[in-house]
Protein backbone atom coordinates (compact mmCIF):
# COMPACT_ATOMS: atom_id res chain seq x y z
CA UNK A 1 0.00 0.00 0.00
CA UNK A 2 1.64 3.71 -0.47
CA UNK A 3 0.09 7.64 -0.74
CA UNK A 4 -1.64 6.70 -4.27
CA UNK A 5 -4.81 7.91 -4.91
CA UNK A 6 -6.15 4.36 -5.79
CA UNK A 7 -5.15 3.27 -2.46
CA UNK A 8 -6.55 6.32 -0.52
CA UNK A 9 -10.00 5.46 -1.97
CA UNK A 10 -9.97 1.90 -1.41
CA UNK A 11 -9.47 2.48 2.32
CA UNK A 12 -12.31 4.63 2.83
CA UNK A 13 -14.28 1.86 0.40
CA UNK A 14 -13.52 -0.46 3.47
CA UNK A 15 -14.04 2.10 6.39
CA UNK A 16 -17.39 3.22 5.18
CA UNK A 17 -18.73 0.60 1.94
CA UNK A 18 -22.59 1.81 2.92
CA UNK A 19 -22.36 5.25 2.72
CA UNK A 20 -23.18 7.09 -0.15
CA UNK A 21 -19.96 8.46 -2.23
CA UNK A 22 -21.30 10.31 -5.20
CA UNK A 23 -24.97 11.72 -6.07
CA UNK A 24 -25.15 13.25 -9.53
CA UNK A 25 -28.03 13.66 -12.24
CA UNK A 26 -30.85 11.78 -9.93
CA UNK A 27 -28.41 8.85 -9.50
CA UNK A 28 -26.73 8.04 -6.72
CA UNK A 29 -23.65 5.15 -5.42
CA UNK A 30 -22.38 3.71 -2.15
CA UNK A 31 -18.58 3.44 -1.78
CA UNK A 32 -19.07 -0.33 -2.29
CA UNK A 33 -20.60 0.14 -5.48
CA UNK A 34 -18.21 2.74 -6.44
CA UNK A 35 -15.62 0.45 -5.85
CA UNK A 36 -16.74 -2.67 -7.61
CA UNK A 37 -17.95 -0.31 -11.08
CA UNK A 38 -14.55 0.90 -11.14
CA UNK A 39 -12.97 -2.44 -10.90
CA UNK A 40 -14.91 -4.11 -13.62
CA UNK A 41 -14.37 -0.71 -15.27
CA UNK A 42 -10.33 -1.55 -14.57
CA UNK A 43 -10.50 -5.07 -15.43
CA UNK A 44 -12.24 -4.25 -18.88
CA UNK A 45 -9.65 -1.41 -19.52
CA UNK A 46 -6.69 -4.53 -19.03
CA UNK A 47 -8.66 -6.82 -21.28
CA UNK A 48 -8.14 -4.32 -24.16
CA UNK A 49 -4.37 -3.40 -23.16
CA UNK A 50 -4.26 -0.72 -20.80
CA UNK A 51 -1.64 -1.01 -18.05
CA UNK A 52 1.06 0.88 -15.95
CA UNK A 53 1.73 4.41 -16.96
CA UNK A 54 -0.89 4.08 -20.21
CA UNK A 55 -3.14 7.51 -20.87
CA UNK A 56 -7.18 7.15 -20.72
CA UNK A 57 -9.04 10.12 -21.91
CA UNK A 58 -12.08 10.88 -20.07
CA UNK A 59 -14.10 13.49 -22.34
CA UNK A 60 -17.06 13.74 -19.80
CA UNK A 61 -19.40 16.38 -18.38
CA UNK A 62 -19.44 15.76 -14.59
CA UNK A 63 -21.16 12.21 -13.71
CA UNK A 64 -20.87 9.48 -11.74
CA UNK A 65 -19.25 7.80 -14.64
CA UNK A 66 -16.05 10.38 -15.05
CA UNK A 67 -15.32 9.42 -11.41
CA UNK A 68 -15.70 5.94 -11.73
CA UNK A 69 -13.14 6.07 -15.29
CA UNK A 70 -10.57 8.48 -13.05
CA UNK A 71 -10.33 5.49 -10.24
CA UNK A 72 -10.47 2.72 -12.73
CA UNK A 73 -7.13 4.50 -14.74
CA UNK A 74 -5.09 4.86 -11.21
CA UNK A 75 -6.12 1.26 -10.30
CA UNK A 76 -4.37 -0.14 -13.05
CA UNK A 77 -1.44 2.35 -12.29
CA UNK A 78 -2.52 4.19 -15.88
CA UNK A 79 -3.20 8.05 -16.05
CA UNK A 80 -6.63 9.26 -16.05
CA UNK A 81 -6.29 12.71 -19.02
CA UNK A 82 -8.80 15.18 -18.70
CA UNK A 83 -10.35 16.38 -22.08
CA UNK A 84 -12.55 19.71 -22.07
CA UNK A 85 -15.85 18.96 -23.15
CA UNK A 86 -16.29 22.45 -24.86
CA UNK A 87 -13.11 21.97 -27.25
CA UNK A 88 -13.71 22.04 -31.00
CA UNK A 89 -11.99 18.85 -33.26
CA UNK A 90 -8.51 20.88 -34.02
CA UNK A 91 -8.37 20.79 -30.29
CA UNK A 92 -9.05 17.68 -29.47
CA UNK A 93 -6.68 16.56 -32.38
CA UNK A 94 -4.08 18.18 -30.40
CA UNK A 95 -4.95 16.76 -27.05
CA UNK A 96 -5.39 13.16 -27.92
CA UNK A 97 -1.68 13.91 -29.84
CA UNK A 98 -0.21 15.56 -27.36
CA UNK A 99 -1.13 13.37 -24.70
CA UNK A 100 -0.50 9.94 -26.19
CA UNK A 101 -4.34 8.44 -25.26
CA UNK A 102 -4.58 4.89 -25.75
CA UNK A 103 -8.14 4.48 -24.93
CA UNK A 104 -11.41 6.90 -24.21
CA UNK A 105 -14.25 7.13 -22.41
CA UNK A 106 -16.83 9.63 -23.94
CA UNK A 107 -20.41 10.68 -23.53
CA UNK A 108 -22.66 9.36 -26.26
CA UNK A 109 -23.28 13.31 -27.40
CA UNK A 110 -20.07 13.78 -28.62
CA UNK A 111 -19.76 10.77 -31.16
CA UNK A 112 -19.89 13.11 -33.99
CA UNK A 113 -16.46 14.87 -32.74
CA UNK A 114 -14.68 11.87 -31.72
CA UNK A 115 -15.70 9.83 -35.45
CA UNK A 116 -14.12 13.40 -36.69
CA UNK A 117 -10.63 13.00 -34.95
CA UNK A 118 -10.04 9.61 -34.28
CA UNK A 119 -8.25 8.92 -38.05
CA UNK A 120 -5.87 11.43 -36.97
CA UNK A 121 -5.21 9.31 -33.39
CA UNK A 122 -4.02 6.42 -34.85
CA UNK A 123 -2.54 4.73 -31.06
CA UNK A 124 -5.99 5.45 -29.84
CA UNK A 125 -6.86 1.84 -30.22
CA UNK A 126 -9.91 1.44 -27.73
CA UNK A 127 -13.42 3.58 -27.20
CA UNK A 128 -15.98 3.29 -24.61
CA UNK A 129 -19.31 5.22 -24.64
CA UNK A 130 -21.37 6.21 -21.83
CA UNK A 131 -25.07 6.73 -22.71
CA UNK A 132 -26.18 10.28 -21.76
CA UNK A 133 -30.10 10.56 -23.78
CA UNK A 134 -28.19 11.32 -27.21
CA UNK A 135 -28.94 8.87 -29.97
CA UNK A 136 -25.52 9.27 -31.79
CA UNK A 137 -24.39 6.38 -34.06
CA UNK A 138 -20.81 5.33 -32.79
CA UNK A 139 -20.53 2.05 -34.54
CA UNK A 140 -18.30 3.19 -37.26
CA UNK A 141 -15.46 3.33 -35.05
CA UNK A 142 -16.57 0.61 -32.96
CA UNK A 143 -17.24 2.20 -29.94
CA UNK A 144 -18.10 0.03 -26.50
CA UNK A 145 -21.07 0.57 -24.78
CA UNK A 146 -20.12 1.16 -21.13
CA UNK A 147 -22.28 -0.43 -19.24
CA UNK A 148 -22.13 -3.55 -21.31
CA UNK A 149 -18.22 -3.19 -20.75
CA UNK A 150 -18.71 -3.74 -17.45
CA UNK A 151 -21.06 -6.41 -17.29
CA UNK A 152 -18.75 -8.86 -18.50
CA UNK A 153 -15.92 -8.19 -15.98
CA UNK A 154 -15.04 -9.09 -12.34
CA UNK A 155 -15.52 -6.68 -9.89
CA UNK A 156 -13.17 -7.98 -7.55
CA UNK A 157 -10.46 -5.88 -6.23
CA UNK A 158 -7.47 -7.94 -7.14
CA UNK A 159 -4.93 -5.81 -8.92
CA UNK A 160 -0.86 -5.44 -7.82
CA UNK A 161 0.61 -3.18 -5.15
CA UNK A 162 0.44 0.67 -6.24
CA UNK A 163 3.04 3.13 -5.74
CA UNK A 164 3.58 6.82 -4.30
CA UNK A 165 5.49 7.31 -7.62
CA UNK A 166 2.57 6.20 -9.70
CA UNK A 167 1.88 10.15 -11.71
CA UNK A 168 -1.23 11.73 -11.86
CA UNK A 169 -1.66 14.22 -15.09
CA UNK A 170 -3.47 17.79 -15.50
CA UNK A 171 -3.70 18.84 -18.59
CA UNK A 172 -4.54 22.40 -17.51
CA UNK A 173 -6.67 25.31 -19.49
CA UNK A 174 -4.04 28.06 -19.57
CA UNK A 175 -4.67 31.36 -20.47
CA UNK A 176 -3.22 31.39 -24.15
CA UNK A 177 -2.33 28.79 -27.00
CA UNK A 178 -2.57 25.02 -26.17
CA UNK A 179 -3.02 23.16 -22.78
CA UNK A 180 -0.04 21.53 -21.19
CA UNK A 181 -0.25 18.43 -18.82
CA UNK A 182 0.94 18.89 -15.64
CA UNK A 183 2.89 15.75 -14.00
CA UNK A 184 2.54 15.30 -10.19
CA UNK A 185 3.64 11.97 -8.04
CA UNK A 186 0.41 11.08 -6.50
CA UNK A 187 2.28 11.04 -2.93
CA UNK A 188 2.95 15.13 -3.78
CA UNK A 189 -0.21 15.82 -5.48
CA UNK A 190 -2.02 14.02 -2.41
CA UNK A 191 0.09 16.41 0.16
CA UNK A 192 -0.94 19.23 -1.63
CA UNK A 193 -4.45 19.37 -2.97
CA UNK A 194 -6.03 15.85 -1.48
CA UNK A 195 -6.30 16.31 2.32
CA UNK A 196 -2.65 15.14 2.67
CA UNK A 197 -2.22 18.45 4.63
CA UNK A 198 -4.46 20.52 6.79
CA UNK A 199 -4.63 23.74 4.59
CA UNK A 200 -4.90 26.03 7.98
CA UNK A 201 -2.05 24.63 9.98
CA UNK A 202 0.40 23.32 7.45
CA UNK A 203 0.63 19.89 9.29
CA UNK A 204 1.10 17.08 7.02
CA UNK A 205 -1.34 14.11 7.60
CA UNK A 206 0.60 10.95 9.38
CA UNK A 207 -0.19 8.53 6.79
CA UNK A 208 -2.33 6.47 4.45
CA UNK A 209 -5.08 5.23 7.46
CA UNK A 210 -5.89 8.61 8.88
CA UNK A 211 -8.66 10.02 6.45
CA UNK A 212 -10.41 6.99 6.59
CA UNK A 213 -10.09 6.04 9.64
CA UNK A 214 -11.87 9.28 10.65
CA UNK A 215 -14.82 8.45 7.96
CA UNK A 216 -15.60 5.41 10.10
CA UNK A 217 -15.98 7.65 13.77
CA UNK A 218 -18.92 10.18 11.93
CA UNK A 219 -21.32 10.75 9.10
CA UNK A 220 -19.11 12.89 7.06
CA UNK A 221 -19.80 16.23 5.25
CA UNK A 222 -21.78 16.35 2.18
CA UNK A 223 -19.64 18.13 -0.13
CA UNK A 224 -20.83 19.75 -3.53
CA UNK A 225 -18.16 21.07 -5.93
CA UNK A 226 -19.93 23.22 -8.65
CA UNK A 227 -17.09 23.17 -11.05
CA UNK A 228 -16.62 20.59 -13.92
CA UNK A 229 -14.38 17.23 -13.29
CA UNK A 230 -11.82 18.38 -16.25
CA UNK A 231 -10.39 20.71 -14.03
CA UNK A 232 -8.16 20.22 -11.41
CA UNK A 233 -9.55 22.06 -8.94
CA UNK A 234 -12.82 20.25 -8.65
CA UNK A 235 -11.22 17.03 -9.54
CA UNK A 236 -9.29 17.35 -5.78
CA UNK A 237 -12.76 18.81 -4.40
CA UNK A 238 -14.00 15.07 -4.86
CA UNK A 239 -11.21 13.14 -4.23
CA UNK A 240 -10.01 15.04 -1.17
CA UNK A 241 -13.74 14.74 -0.38
CA UNK A 242 -13.96 11.26 -1.08
CA UNK A 243 -10.27 10.02 0.50
CA UNK A 244 -12.10 11.38 4.08
CA UNK A 245 -15.47 9.21 3.93
CA UNK A 246 -17.66 12.34 2.86
CA UNK A 247 -20.99 12.51 0.37
CA UNK A 248 -19.83 14.12 -3.10
CA UNK A 249 -22.94 15.94 -5.01
CA UNK A 250 -22.77 17.56 -8.58
CA UNK A 251 -24.66 19.00 -11.33
CA UNK A 252 -24.14 17.17 -14.87
CA UNK A 253 -23.26 21.40 -15.75
CA UNK A 254 -23.49 24.63 -14.57
CA UNK A 255 -26.77 25.64 -13.29
CA UNK A 256 -27.63 27.84 -10.79
CA UNK A 257 -31.24 27.12 -9.73
CA UNK A 258 -29.74 23.34 -9.81
CA UNK A 259 -27.21 23.60 -7.46
CA UNK A 260 -29.86 25.33 -4.85
CA UNK A 261 -32.03 22.35 -5.28
CA UNK A 262 -29.05 19.75 -4.88
CA UNK A 263 -28.02 21.85 -1.77
CA UNK A 264 -31.56 21.83 -0.87
CA UNK A 265 -32.62 17.97 -1.22
CA UNK A 266 -29.20 16.46 0.05
CA UNK A 267 -28.42 18.67 2.39
CA UNK A 268 -25.07 19.92 1.33
CA UNK A 269 -22.75 21.12 4.11
CA UNK A 270 -19.40 22.54 2.08
CA UNK A 271 -20.14 24.36 -1.16
CA UNK A 272 -17.41 25.22 -3.64
CA UNK A 273 -16.98 27.10 -6.52
CA UNK A 274 -14.80 29.23 -8.76
CA UNK A 275 -14.63 33.01 -7.76
CA UNK A 276 -17.35 35.65 -9.13
CA UNK A 277 -18.01 33.66 -12.10
CA UNK A 278 -19.76 30.99 -10.59
CA UNK A 279 -20.21 32.74 -7.29
CA UNK A 280 -22.50 35.70 -8.80
CA UNK A 281 -25.41 33.81 -10.71
CA UNK A 282 -25.80 30.80 -7.71
CA UNK A 283 -25.95 34.45 -5.72
CA UNK A 284 -28.74 35.99 -7.80
CA UNK A 285 -30.36 32.32 -8.11
CA UNK A 286 -30.93 31.93 -4.51
CA UNK A 287 -32.10 35.44 -3.84
CA UNK A 288 -34.82 34.53 -6.87
CA UNK A 289 -36.01 30.99 -5.73
CA UNK A 290 -37.37 30.06 -2.09
CA UNK A 291 -34.30 27.66 -1.15
CA UNK A 292 -33.64 25.73 2.23
CA UNK A 293 -29.12 26.31 2.37
CA UNK A 294 -29.57 26.24 6.68
CA UNK A 295 -27.23 23.08 5.90
CA UNK A 296 -23.91 25.18 4.81
CA UNK A 297 -21.68 25.51 7.11
CA UNK A 298 -18.76 26.25 4.35
CA UNK A 299 -18.39 27.93 1.34
CA UNK A 300 -15.48 28.49 -0.59
CA UNK A 301 -13.47 29.49 -3.80
CA UNK A 302 -10.84 27.78 -5.42
CA UNK A 303 -8.85 28.46 -8.75
CA UNK A 304 -10.21 31.97 -8.69
CA UNK A 305 -10.77 34.79 -5.90
CA UNK A 306 -14.42 36.22 -4.63
CA UNK A 307 -14.16 39.98 -5.25
CA UNK A 308 -14.41 41.58 -1.79
CA UNK A 309 -17.95 43.53 -2.67
CA UNK A 310 -19.15 39.56 -3.58
CA UNK A 311 -18.22 37.76 0.44
CA UNK A 312 -19.78 40.53 1.85
CA UNK A 313 -22.88 40.03 0.18
CA UNK A 314 -22.62 36.17 0.94
CA UNK A 315 -22.09 37.03 4.31
CA UNK A 316 -25.29 38.61 4.71
CA UNK A 317 -26.90 35.59 3.12
CA UNK A 318 -25.21 33.21 4.80
CA UNK A 319 -24.02 34.56 8.76
CA UNK A 320 -23.41 31.71 9.73
CA UNK A 321 -21.17 30.19 6.64
CA UNK A 322 -17.49 30.49 6.73
CA UNK A 323 -16.13 32.06 3.84
CA UNK A 324 -13.07 31.02 2.31
CA UNK A 325 -10.82 31.83 -0.73
CA UNK A 326 -7.91 28.70 -1.31
CA UNK A 327 -5.38 29.84 -3.91
CA UNK A 328 -3.06 27.96 -5.97
CA UNK A 329 -2.81 26.46 -9.90
CA UNK A 330 -2.46 23.16 -11.40
CA UNK A 331 1.60 23.94 -11.42
CA UNK A 332 1.50 25.41 -7.57
CA UNK A 333 -1.12 22.67 -5.95
CA UNK A 334 -2.71 25.06 -2.73
CA UNK A 335 -0.15 28.10 -2.32
CA UNK A 336 -2.40 30.09 0.12
CA UNK A 337 -5.89 30.25 2.05
CA UNK A 338 -8.18 33.13 3.67
CA UNK A 339 -11.52 32.25 5.84
CA UNK A 340 -14.10 35.01 6.80
CA UNK A 341 -17.47 34.99 8.95
CA UNK A 342 -19.56 37.20 9.28
CA UNK A 343 -17.89 39.05 12.36
CA UNK A 344 -14.74 39.03 10.26
CA UNK A 345 -12.92 41.84 9.07
CA UNK A 346 -13.46 41.78 4.95
CA UNK A 347 -12.75 44.93 4.27
CA UNK A 348 -9.31 44.22 3.19
CA UNK A 349 -8.38 43.55 -0.71
CA UNK A 350 -7.36 40.35 -2.61
CA UNK A 351 -5.24 38.73 0.97
CA UNK A 352 -4.83 35.14 1.73
CA UNK A 353 -1.99 33.72 4.07
CA UNK A 354 0.26 31.76 2.75
CA UNK A 355 1.22 28.43 2.86
CA UNK A 356 4.25 27.15 5.57
CA UNK A 357 5.82 26.04 1.63
CA UNK A 358 5.03 29.63 -0.51
CA UNK A 359 7.78 31.95 -0.72
CA UNK A 360 8.25 35.29 -2.99
CA UNK A 361 10.91 35.29 -5.15
CA UNK A 362 12.34 38.22 -7.48
CA UNK A 363 13.00 38.35 -11.19
CA UNK A 364 16.15 36.51 -10.59
CA UNK A 365 14.60 33.79 -8.51
CA UNK A 366 15.98 35.07 -5.31
CA UNK A 367 14.54 34.83 -1.87
CA UNK A 368 12.41 38.34 -1.25
CA UNK A 369 12.48 39.10 2.62
CA UNK A 370 9.05 38.95 4.34
CA UNK A 371 8.77 42.90 4.57
CA UNK A 372 5.59 44.97 4.02
CA UNK A 373 5.24 46.15 0.78
CA UNK A 374 7.72 43.73 -0.74
CA UNK A 375 6.08 42.70 -4.67
CA UNK A 376 7.51 39.41 -6.00
CA UNK A 377 6.48 36.17 -7.77
CA UNK A 378 4.44 33.52 -5.42
CA UNK A 379 6.86 30.26 -5.70
CA UNK A 380 6.11 26.87 -3.83
CA UNK A 381 8.35 24.29 -2.03
CA UNK A 382 7.74 21.37 -0.83
CA UNK A 383 5.83 18.75 -2.99
CA UNK A 384 5.57 19.99 -6.48
CA UNK A 385 5.36 18.96 -9.72
CA UNK A 386 7.47 17.21 -12.03
CA UNK A 387 7.02 19.19 -14.54
CA UNK A 388 5.11 19.47 -18.08
CA UNK A 389 4.26 16.24 -19.92
CA UNK A 390 6.50 16.27 -23.00
CA UNK A 391 7.82 19.82 -22.36
CA UNK A 392 11.47 20.01 -20.99
CA UNK A 393 12.28 24.14 -22.33
CA UNK A 394 8.71 24.44 -20.40
CA UNK A 395 9.16 23.02 -17.40
CA UNK A 396 12.53 24.72 -16.73
CA UNK A 397 10.80 27.71 -17.46
CA UNK A 398 8.50 27.61 -14.00
CA UNK A 399 10.68 24.87 -12.20
CA UNK A 400 13.70 26.22 -10.60
CA UNK A 401 15.87 25.49 -7.75
CA UNK A 402 16.73 27.99 -5.19
CA UNK A 403 19.04 27.84 -2.51
CA UNK A 404 19.43 23.74 -2.69
CA UNK A 405 15.62 23.40 -2.85
CA UNK A 406 13.35 22.63 -5.77
CA UNK A 407 10.47 25.32 -6.64
CA UNK A 408 7.19 26.16 -8.48
CA UNK A 409 7.62 29.68 -9.81
CA UNK A 410 3.92 29.84 -11.86
CA UNK A 411 4.08 33.65 -12.40
CA UNK A 412 1.78 35.33 -10.45
CA UNK A 413 2.96 38.24 -8.12
CA UNK A 414 1.95 39.38 -4.54
CA UNK A 415 3.01 41.94 -2.32
CA UNK A 416 3.99 41.31 1.50
CA UNK A 417 1.33 42.88 4.03
CA UNK A 418 2.12 44.04 7.46
CA UNK A 419 0.05 41.61 8.85
CA UNK A 420 1.91 38.58 7.74
CA UNK A 421 -0.82 38.04 4.80
CA UNK A 422 -0.12 38.77 1.06
CA UNK A 423 -2.09 40.78 -1.55
CA UNK A 424 -2.60 38.68 -4.67
CA UNK A 425 -1.40 41.11 -7.78
CA UNK A 426 -2.37 38.68 -10.76
CA UNK A 427 -0.23 37.16 -13.47
CA UNK A 428 2.81 38.43 -14.19
CA UNK A 429 2.53 38.38 -18.07
CA UNK A 430 -0.59 40.53 -17.70
CA UNK A 431 1.05 43.24 -15.72
CA UNK A 432 0.23 46.85 -17.61
CA UNK A 433 3.39 49.29 -17.18
CA UNK A 434 1.70 52.43 -17.77
CA UNK A 435 4.05 55.34 -17.60
CA UNK A 436 6.82 53.17 -15.50
CA UNK A 437 4.49 52.43 -13.00
CA UNK A 438 3.19 48.62 -12.84
CA UNK A 439 -0.30 48.02 -12.55
CA UNK A 440 -1.55 44.22 -11.86
CA UNK A 441 -4.99 43.67 -13.56
CA UNK A 442 -6.37 40.91 -10.49
CA UNK A 443 -6.01 44.59 -8.16
CA UNK A 444 -8.30 46.76 -10.17
CA UNK A 445 -10.61 44.19 -11.44
CA UNK A 446 -11.51 43.60 -7.30
CA UNK A 447 -11.96 47.53 -6.92
CA UNK A 448 -14.40 47.71 -10.19
CA UNK A 449 -16.28 44.88 -8.81
CA UNK A 450 -17.27 46.22 -5.48
CA UNK A 451 -19.39 49.29 -7.61
CA UNK A 452 -22.74 47.77 -6.92
CA UNK A 453 -23.54 47.60 -10.71
CA UNK A 454 -20.36 45.95 -12.13
CA UNK A 455 -21.25 42.34 -12.31
CA UNK A 456 -17.82 41.27 -14.28
CA UNK A 457 -14.58 42.87 -15.12
CA UNK A 458 -11.35 42.55 -17.23
CA UNK A 459 -8.57 44.97 -17.43
CA UNK A 460 -6.11 45.16 -19.96
CA UNK A 461 -3.58 47.42 -21.07
CA UNK A 462 -4.27 49.84 -24.02
CA UNK A 463 -1.66 51.23 -26.36
CA UNK A 464 -1.10 54.47 -25.25
CA UNK A 465 1.15 57.39 -27.46
CA UNK A 466 2.02 59.50 -23.63
CA UNK A 467 2.07 56.59 -21.14
CA UNK A 468 2.74 53.39 -23.30
CA UNK A 469 0.03 51.90 -22.39
CA UNK A 470 -2.76 52.94 -20.51
CA UNK A 471 -5.43 50.62 -18.12
CA UNK A 472 -8.72 49.43 -20.30
CA UNK A 473 -11.57 47.42 -18.38
CA UNK A 474 -13.84 45.28 -20.67
CA UNK A 475 -17.23 45.27 -18.44
CA UNK A 476 -20.38 43.53 -17.87
CA UNK A 477 -23.15 45.74 -16.05
CA UNK A 478 -25.42 44.32 -13.20
CA UNK A 479 -28.47 43.16 -15.16
CA UNK A 480 -30.91 45.74 -15.58
CA UNK A 481 -28.73 48.75 -14.57
CA UNK A 482 -26.61 51.33 -16.68
CA UNK A 483 -23.23 52.40 -15.13
CA UNK A 484 -22.34 55.81 -14.52
CA UNK A 485 -19.08 56.03 -15.71
CA UNK A 486 -17.94 59.13 -13.47
CA UNK A 487 -19.22 57.63 -10.40
CA UNK A 488 -17.72 54.59 -11.28
CA UNK A 489 -14.49 56.22 -11.60
CA UNK A 490 -14.87 57.95 -8.30
CA UNK A 491 -15.77 54.63 -6.78
CA UNK A 492 -12.63 52.90 -7.82
CA UNK A 493 -10.64 56.09 -6.52
CA UNK A 494 -11.45 55.41 -3.17
CA UNK A 495 -10.05 51.75 -3.54
CA UNK A 496 -6.53 51.80 -5.42
CA UNK A 497 -4.22 54.71 -6.50
CA UNK A 498 -5.23 57.08 -9.57
CA UNK A 499 -2.75 55.76 -12.13
CA UNK A 500 -4.23 52.28 -11.90
CA UNK A 501 -7.83 53.62 -12.54
CA UNK A 502 -9.29 52.85 -16.10
CA UNK A 503 -9.26 55.30 -18.63
CA UNK A 504 -11.34 53.31 -21.33
CA UNK A 505 -14.16 51.21 -20.52
CA UNK A 506 -15.91 48.70 -23.07
CA UNK A 507 -19.38 47.44 -21.75
CA UNK A 508 -20.54 43.90 -22.72
CA UNK A 509 -23.17 42.19 -22.55
CA UNK A 510 -21.17 38.93 -21.37
CA UNK A 511 -17.39 39.34 -20.20
CA UNK A 512 -16.02 35.77 -21.39
CA UNK A 513 -14.48 33.32 -19.13
CA UNK A 514 -12.72 30.10 -19.34
CA UNK A 515 -14.88 27.03 -18.40
CA UNK A 516 -13.00 26.95 -15.11
CA UNK A 517 -14.25 30.45 -14.36
CA UNK A 518 -10.56 31.44 -14.52
CA UNK A 519 -10.10 35.28 -17.08
CA UNK A 520 -9.70 34.86 -20.76
CA UNK A 521 -7.32 37.95 -21.63
CA UNK A 522 -6.95 36.96 -24.58
CA UNK A 523 -10.14 37.65 -25.60
CA UNK A 524 -10.71 40.54 -23.30
CA UNK A 525 -7.89 42.13 -25.37
CA UNK A 526 -8.94 41.16 -28.69
CA UNK A 527 -12.21 42.81 -27.56
CA UNK A 528 -10.19 45.81 -26.68
CA UNK A 529 -8.45 45.80 -30.22
CA UNK A 530 -11.36 45.34 -32.65
CA UNK A 531 -14.20 47.89 -31.03
CA UNK A 532 -13.66 51.70 -30.16
CA UNK A 533 -14.27 52.09 -26.68
CA UNK A 534 -17.54 52.69 -24.86
CA UNK A 535 -16.06 55.92 -22.49
CA UNK A 536 -12.33 57.15 -22.71
CA UNK A 537 -11.45 59.35 -19.98
Known amino acids: MALNIADLLEHAVDAVPERTAVICGGRQITYGELDKRANQLAHHLASVGVGKDDHVGIYSRNSIESMEAMFAAYKLRARAVNVNFRYVAEELRYLFDNADLVALIHERQFTDRVAEVLPDAPELKHVLVVEDGSDADYSGYNGVAYEEALARQSAERDFGERSADDLYILYTGGTTG ?125 A ?21 DAVGASESGFTGISMISKDSDHSAGPRVNFSKQAVLVDEDNNLIEPKPGAVGKMARGGHVPIGYYKDPEKT ?128 AKSYAEEHDADITV
Open 396 to 523: KSIFVEIDGKRYVVPGDYARYEEDGTVTLLGRGSQTINTGGEKVYPEEVEGALKSYPDVFDALVVGVPDERWGNRVGAVIQPSEGTSIDAGALSDHVRTKIAGYKVPRSLWFVSEVRRQPSGKPDYTW
Open 304 to 324: ALFSQSLKHEYLEEFPNAVLT
Open 178 to 302: YPKGVMWRQEDVWRTLGGGIDFLTGEYVPDEWTLANQAKEGPGLVRMPVSPLIHGAAQWAAFGALFAGSSVVFVPQFDAHQVWREIQEHKVNVLTMVGDAMGKPLLAAYREGNYDASSLVAITSH
